[in-house]
């Protein structure tokens, strides 16, 4: 027998637990839990913070203005699927969703705004064009 056929057999179900043991394990699962969501949002607050700084000593453009302007430009200039992506992060319209049978990640744009929905929609049309030669 291989050590992965011996760590199935290791494993016991929850379900067949005493209670006890069930509760404690759930318990430090939300432990851990809150402890993660707690990490994350001050990683977030601070990474907000320096967002919302200027580019620059007296400029009016924060930096997260100033990766969305770019964004944009390349949209126009060199445009690619990532920039749609990015713009879609910025305007907290994209999901992300991770399916546990497959393992697969896979991003969505949930627009509920139809102006930014046409953009972005044209942005992928452009971006999906076949490139030619200038």
Do not use: C, F, W
């Not at 992060?89 to 399916?99: A, F, H, M, P, Y």
Request: net charge positive; proline share 4%; hydrophobic share 35%.
């Amino acid at each position: 027998m291989n050590k992965q056929e011996q760590n199935k057999l290791n494993l016991v179900p929850i379900s067949s637990r005493p209670r006890e043991e069930q509760t404690a394990i759930g318990r430090r699962g939300g432990l851990a839990s809150a402890a993660a969501k707690k990490e994350h949002k001050r990683i977030a607050a601070a990474l907000r913070e320096v967002l919302d700084e200027p580019v620059a000593q007296g400029s009016e453009i924060t930096r997260l203005e100033a990766i969305a302007l770019k964004a944009i430009k390349r949209l126009y200039d060199k445009p690619t699927i990532n920039d749609v992506k990015v713009l879609a992060d910025i305007l907290g319209e994209s999901v992300q969703t991770l399916n546990l049978a497959t393992n697969e990640t896979s991003v969505s744009v949930e627009v509920r705004n139809a102006t930014t929905k046409r953009n972005l929609e044209r942005a992928i049309r452009e971006v999906s064009k076949p490139k030619t030669k200038r």
